[in-house]
T-cell receptor, first 113, second 111 residues
């Protein structure tokens, strides 16, 4: 099993550009989520999904969209990048919605100029 | 007030020392508690879950005090490889599997 994979590992964008961060898992997990990690802030939940076709907002959803067309994939879209979105983005998955272990991808380091 | 608070450290300890971290949480409805470990520039990984009765995994012991709303992690006989940031994480019933993270406590184990 590859676990949770994320692409790209690094990305530099200009203000106003859009892009999609990819996340995939091969563990047949129902629950997937996106977090951003900023210095002094801890990880903050952006969006999450409890299964294919179902998504919901987390703590900091503004400026981001998600979709969950398959169990395996959960892409995060930045609609119009802003410098405030410079961060490290982690995708995570877990077996179900009960509070149990979440497995994290390696992260995407995004810089918006 | 942050939902989950931790002393950011760093805690600099010699190899073989015992070190303890505490974490406080504000939501009294919190039901599940975890310690995650995050190495520099890497993803967080689950270290251990924290149970009401306390639990131990080798050199690591976790305790939960619901009345005072704090969680602790004790590391005995510290190794160089224990150097990392330790994240306190909570979730609450009805929150699905939405986790709330502390900002982490940095541990540096030195020779």
């Amino acid at each position: 099993n590859a676990g949770v994979t994320q692409t790209p590992k690094f990305q530099v964008l200009k203000t106003g550009q859009s892009m999609t961060l990819q996340c995939a898992q091969d563990m047949n997990h129902e629950y997937m989520s996106w977090y951003r990690q900023d210095p002094g802030m801890g990880l903050r939940l952006i969006h999450y999904s409890v299964g294919a076709g179902i998504t919901d907002q987390g703590e900091v959803p503004n400026g981001y969209n998600v979709s969950r067309s398959t169990t395996e994939d959960f892409p995060l879209r930045l609609l119009s990048a802003a410098p405030s979105q410079t961060s490290v983005y982690f995708c995570a998955s877990s077996y179900d919605t009960r509070a149990n272990e979440q497995f994290f991808g390696p992260g995407t380091r995004l810089t918006v100029l | 007030r942050k939902e989950v608070e931790q002393d950011p450290g760093p805690f600099n300890v010699p190899e073989g020392a015992t070190v303890a971290f505490n974490c406080t949480y504000s939501n009294s409805a919190s039901q599940s508690f975890f310690w995650y470990r995050q190495d520099c520039r890497k993803e967080p990984k689950l270290l251990m879950s924290v149970y009401s009765s306390g639990n131990e995994d080798g050199r690591f012991t976790a305790q939960l005090n619901r009345a005072s709303q704090y969680i602790s992690l004790l590391i005995r006989d510290s190794k160089l490889s224990d150097s990392a940031t330790y994240l306190c994480v909570v979730s609450f019933t009805g929150g699905g599997n939405k986790l709330t993270f502390g900002t982490g406590t940095q541990l540096k184990v030195e020779l």
